[in-house]
C-alpha cells in the first residue's frame, strides 16, 4: 500500500514539474504573428475593423494561460499592457484589440518597435512596417521567421495572404555612383504601370514628371539652392537668412509606378554624382527622404504648425516645443541612405531621426540614421561602414576632436565608438562634411563584446537609456555600495570591482583626464554598460564599464584657455580645476573617484595605466600620423598633443603624491614571433624592435610573457633574471631594459 501511495504521489509530483514545465515553454514559444497600426478591411465582406491590433500565434498543442505576459511599444517599460486575462489555444490565435485613449498604448501607422515578454523578459520583438487599410505587417506563415506585407487574416493562417496586387519598383538603366561625363538614364517598369519622377530632390507623386523617355543626368550644382532655403529649422526663423550661394549637387532620380488600378510601388531612388571630382577620394552619405516628413508642418527638421502659429502670433501663452527639438521614435522618418566610397555605392532604406541636443538648434542639423527590418528587411547596413563591423546605427555629427579620440582609444575596457569623416548631401543638396560615428546600443555591444542584445543595459547620465525601468536599481547598487564599504581594506575595493569594472572606470577617467574633457561628471555625459544577467565571457560579469561620450571639449581652446587663465590647454590641470560647463565639480569632488583613492592598488593602477596610454594611444608620433589622415598635423591646437605630456604627468605625481622620477623602461624580445609580451595594460609591438616608455619610479610595472604553440618561454633577462613569465619591476634611475626570450619545443 505505501508503495502505490509512493509511486502515486510521485506521479503526481512528475505531473506538477511536466505541467508547469510546459507552461513555461509555450509561453517562450508564443509569437507576434501579425500586426496593423490602421483600420483595415477584413473577411470577404471587406468589414471595417476600426482599431490597430496585434495578434498573438501559439504553436504549442496545448492552450495557455497568459498570466505575467504583457505587450509594450516601449523596450523600458515592457509591461504596459498586462495580458492575464487571457488564455490563447494551442494552435491558435488571440487578437488583442489597441483602441486610442482606450489601450496603454496604440501602434504608429508608419510603424514601430512591438514587444511581446513574460515577466521582465522578452519572448519575442518585431519592428513593425507601415500599414494601411489594405496591408499589415505579418509573417509570412504561423510562426515563420519572415515577414512580410499581407492581406489582413486575422483569427486565420497567414500562409497565402501575400499581396497580389504589389507594383514593382521602377527600375534605373545605370547603376548609383561617379560618373565623368552626362548621359541619358532610362527608367523601366512592368508593362502598363505609368512611372511618375522628379529630379529636383522632391517625392513623386501623380503630378510630377510622367516617364515618356530617357532623363538626361547631368551635374547640376548651377541649380538654385532649394532645401537650404527653408526658413522655419530655427527658432527665430524671421531673423534668419539663409545662405542663397549655389552648394554642390547630387543628381536625384526618385521614381514610383502606378499600375492601372491606381495602386502604387515604392519608391526607387537613382544617387548620381556627374563631373564631381573633389568626392572621388571621400566617403560621401546621400540622405534622400519625404520633403513633407522633414520639412513640412509635421516634420522633423523644422519648428511646426503649433510653434510657428505661436511664434507668429505675438509669442503668448506657454512656448510650444519645436519639432526638432522633440526625441524618439516617434520622430523617425523613413530615409533612402546611400553610402559611396571608392566608386562603390551601396543603398539601403532606413530611419532617421534629428540627433543632438544644441545642435538641434543650427541650421545645418545632424541626424541619427537606423538600420531597421521594417525599412529595408535588415537590422544592420548592408555595406561595412567601419572596418571590421556590422553597424545598426550611426550618428552623423560634428566635432573633430570626438571622433580622433575614437581612432586613438585602442582599449576595450572603455567602450569606444568608431568615426569616419564624410560628406553629406540632403535631398540632393550639399549638407555639410562632418563626422560618420557609431551609435551606442545593444546592437554595439552585441557586435564589439558578444553579449546578448536583449541582455544589455545602458545608463546615460543615471537615467536607463538601453533596458527597463526596473534596470535602475542596477545603477543604484554602484552608489549603495560605495557608501557602505570600506574601500582602504581590499575586501571591499575588491567587491565594488564586482558592481563596477575599475580598470575600466580608471582608463575612462585617464582618457577624460589626459584629453582635458572639462564637460563631463557623474552627473554629465557619464556613460556605461553591463549585462542585466551574470554568465559566462569577459564581458559578461554583470560589472558596469565605461563608455567614453562626447569628447567634443577638447575643441573649446579659447573658452577654456580664458576660463583658466592659460596660454593652451594643455596646461590645464583636469585633475583639480573645477569644470566650467558642469559648475561645481572637479574630479576630486565625485563621489567614485574619491573613494577609490582610499585604496593603494587604485592608486598604483591609476599611475601605471595613465602612463601606459602616455606611452601608446598618446605618444605624439602615433597621434600626428593619425592627425595627418584627417588632413592635419601636429601642431593642431596650439600642438596640444606635442606639449601635454610636459604639463600632465606633473600634474599627476602632484595629484597621487609621487616621489619618484619618471624613467625609461625598455622591453625587448628574442625570436618576438614566439610570443608576446605584456606591459602593464597593453602588448607592446616587438617584432621591429625594442619599445620604450617612461614610468615612475614609486611603482613597479608588470611584464608578462606568454608563449606562442610550438615556443616555449625561455625567461627574462637584463634588469631581472628570471624564469616566471609574469614579473614585477621597479624601475630605478638611469632606467632599466628587459628582455623575454622565446624558443621553440624542440630546441634544447
Given at each position: ?13 512528475l ?97 514601430e ?112 539652392n ?12 524671421k531673423?534668419?537668412?539663409?545662405d ?58 523644422v ?22 527639438g ?52 535588415s ?21 573633430f ?135 559566462r565571457?569577459n564581458?559578461s ?83 600626428e ?35 619618484g ?36 619610479t ?38 632599466i ?12
Amino acid at each position: 500500500m505505501k508503495k502505490v501511495l509512493f509511486y502515486g504521489s510521485l506521479a503526481l509530483f512528475l505531473g506538477i514539474i511536466g505541467y508547469f514545465f510546459a507552461a513555461s515553454w509555450g509561453k517562450n514559444s508564443l509569437v507576434i504573428n501579425e500586426i496593423s497600426g490602421s483600420p483595415v478591411r477584413v473577411g470577404e465582406d471587406n468589414e471595417e475593423m476600426d482599431c490597430d491590433y496585434v495578434e498573438l500565434y501559439n504553436p504549442a498543442g496545448f492552450s495557455l494561460s497568459l498570466q505575467d505576459m504583457y505587450l509594450s511599444d516601449d523596450k523600458k517599460n515592457l509591461q504596459k499592457m498586462d495580458l492575464g486575462e487571457y488564455t490563447i489555444p494551442g494552435k491558435g490565435y488571440l487578437l488583442i484589440e489597441l483602441r486610442d485613449g482606450e489601450s496603454p498604448f496604440c501602434i504608429k501607422a508608419s510603424g514601430e518597435h512591438i514587444y511581446l515578454s513574460c515577466g521582465r523578459r522578452v519572448v519575442d520583438d518585431v519592428d513593425c512596417g507601415e500599414t494601411d487599410m489594405e496591408k499589415v505587417y505579418a509573417r509570412a506563415g504561423d510562426g515563420a521567421e519572415e515577414w512580410e506585407y499581407q492581406r489582413p487574416t486575422t483569427g486565420k493562417s497567414n500562409a497565402g495572404a501575400f499581396l497580389s496586387a504589389s507594383v514593382p519598383s521602377p527600375e534605373f538603366s545605370a547603376p548609383n555612383g561617379f560618373y565623368e561625363e552626362p548621359f541619358l538614364l532610362e527608367i523601366s517598369g512592368k508593362e502598363g504601370d505609368k512611372i511618375y519622377y522628379t529630379t529636383d530632390g522632391s517625392s513623386p507623386d501623380e503630378s510630377s514628371a510622367l516617364y515618356t523617355g530617357p532623363v538626361k543626368v547631368e551635374n547640376v550644382s548651377y541649380r538654385e539652392n532649394r532645401w537650404s532655403q527653408v526658413q522655419n529649422v530655427v527658432e527665430d526663423w524671421k531673423e534668419y537668412e539663409p545662405d542663397l550661394t549655389p552648394v554642390d549637387k547630387i543628381f536625384v532620380v526618385r521614381a514610383l509606378a502606378v499600375d492601372g488600378s491606381g495602386n502604387k510601388s515604392k519608391e526607387s531612388v537613382g544617387t548620381f554624382l556627374v563631373d564631381m571630382e573633389e568626392y572621388q577620394g571621400k566617403k560621401v552619405v546621400s540622405l534622400v527622404a519625404d520633403e513633407e516628413d522633414l520639412f513640412g508642418e509635421e516634420g522633423i527638421y523644422v519648428t511646426g504648425k503649433d510653434y510657428d502659429k505661436w511664434y507668429a502670433s505675438g509669442q503668448k501663452g506657454d512656448k510650444p516645443p519645436t519639432n526638432f527639438g522633440k526625441h524618439g521614435r516617434d520622430y523617425e522618418i523613413p530615409a533612402s541612405f546611400s553610402f559611396l566610397e571608392k566608386g562603390e555605392v551601396s543603398t539601403q532604406n532606413v530611419g532617421i531621426r534629428i540627433q543632438g541636443a544644441s545642435a538641434r538648434k543650427v541650421p545645418k542639423k545632424r541626424f541619427s540614421v537606423y538600420a531597421r527590418k521594417e525599412y529595408s528587411g535588415s537590422s544592420y547596413f548592408e555595406k561595412e561602414l567601419f572596418p571590421g563591423k556590422e553597424t545598426h546605427s550611426i550618428v552623423l555629427r560634428n566635432g573633430f576632436a570626438d571622433a580622433l579620440v575614437s581612432k586613438l582609444i585602442t582599449r576595450k575596457s572603455v567602450a569606444v565608438k568608431d568615426a569616419e569623416p564624410v560628406a553629406v548631401f540632403l535631398n540632393g543638396e550639399f549638407w555639410y562634411d562632418t563626422f560618420m560615428q557609431e551609435k551606442y546600443s545593444d546592437s554595439f555591444l552585441n557586435q564589439v563584446y558578444g553579449v546578448k542584445k536583449d541582455d544589455v543595459i545602458i545608463a546615460h547620465d543615471g537615467e536607463i537609456e538601453e533596458g527597463v525601468e526596473e534596470d535602475g536599481k542596477f545603477y543604484g547598487d554602484i552608489y549603495a555600495y560605495y557608501s557602505t564599504h570600506d574601500f582602504t581594506e581590499r575586501q571591499g575595493y575588491e567587491g565594488f570591482n564586482q558592481v563596477l569594472n575599475i580598470q575600466s572606470y580608471i582608463e575612462y577617467l585617464c582618457a577624460n583626464i589626459y584629453l582635458c574633457n572639462m564637460d563631463v561628471s557623474e552627473r554629465k555625459n557619464f556613460m556605461m554598460w553591463r549585462v542585466r544577467t551574470p554568465g559566462r565571457g569577459n564581458y559578461s560579469d554583470g560589472a558596469w564599464r565605461m563608455m567614453l561620450y562626447d569628447m567634443d571639449a577638447l575643441e573649446w581652446k579659447d573658452t577654456l584657455c580664458e576660463a583658466y587663465q592659460v596660454d593652451t590647454m594643455a596646461e590645464i590641470n583636469s585633475f583639480r580645476e573645477k569644470m566650467p560647463t558642469v559648475g561645481d565639480t572637479s574630479y576630486n569632488s565625485q563621489g567614485i573617484y574619491i573613494t577609490l583613492k582610499q585604496n593603494p592598488q587604485y592608486r598604483r593602477d591609476f599611475v601605471t595605466t595613465f602612463m601606459d596610454l602616455v606611452n601608446t594611444d598618446f605618444k605624439p608620433e602615433r597621434v600626428e600620423e593619425l592627425l595627418n589622415n584627417w588632413g592635419e598635423d601636429i601642431t593642431w591646437n596650439d600642438s596640444f598633443f606635442a606639449r601635454r605630456k610636459d604639463y600632465i604627468c606633473p600634474f599627476l605625481a602632484e595629484e597621487f603624491e609621487l616621489k619618484g622620477t619618471l624613467e625609461n623602461v625598455t622591453l625587448e624580445c628574442e625570436h618576438p614571433e614566439g610570443g608576446t609580451v605584456r606591459l602593464n595594460t597593453f602588448e607592446p609591438q616587438l617584432k621591429g624592435g625594442s619599445f620604450t616608455g617612461e614610468y615612475y619610479t614609486d611603482y613597479p610595472v608588470t611584464v608578462t610573457a606568454k608563449a606562442k604553440k610550438g615556443y616555449r618561454f625561455e625567461g627574462w633577462s637584463g634588469a631581472v633574471s628570471s624564469k616566471e613569465s609574469s614579473i614585477e619591476v621597479l624601475p630605478q634611475k638611469g632606467g632599466i631594459s628587459l628582455k623575454a626570450t622565446f624558443a621553440r619545443e624542440e630546441e634544447n
